[in-house]
């Protein structure tokens, strides 16, 4: 899968934040009221930077959350580990590493 640019992200966000419009933006008073009005330009352009920046940072990190939520738990790792080592038996190490490989292989880092 070819990675997307930042500008190509900022298109996709264009488009989407414009399919959206009018957005709406809550504006707190000093007397406690409130009025709605629509975003201005600047605030669109603002929107529009964020959401492709948050969708180009999770196109190149996503799979360190990803791998995180899924690894085998530390715990499990040293119990593995022990055993191997002290006790000479790998039958948990080998399905520690078949799942931690599994992992990463679920979720790949983007090249």
Not at 23 to 52: F, K, P, W
Not at 81 to 101: F, G, P
């Amino acid at each position: 899968m070819a990675l997307k640019t930042l500008d190509e992200f900022r298109d996709e966000a264009r488009a989407e934040i414009e399919d959206a419009k009018p957005q709406m933006v809550l504006e707190s008073h000093g007397n406690g009221e409130q009025t709605e009005r629509e975003r201005t330009d600047a605030e669109y352009e603002e929107a529009i930077e964020r959401y492709a920046q948050e969708k180009f940072d999770h196109q190149n990190n996503g799979y360190i959350d990803a791998r995180k939520m899924e690894y085998p738990a530390v715990e499990d790792f040293i119990e593995a580990y022990t055993e191997k080592e002290i006790l000479e038996d790998s039958t948990k190490w080998d399905a520690y590493v078949e799942n931690y490989n599994k992992v990463r292989a679920d979720h790949p880092k983007p090249e």
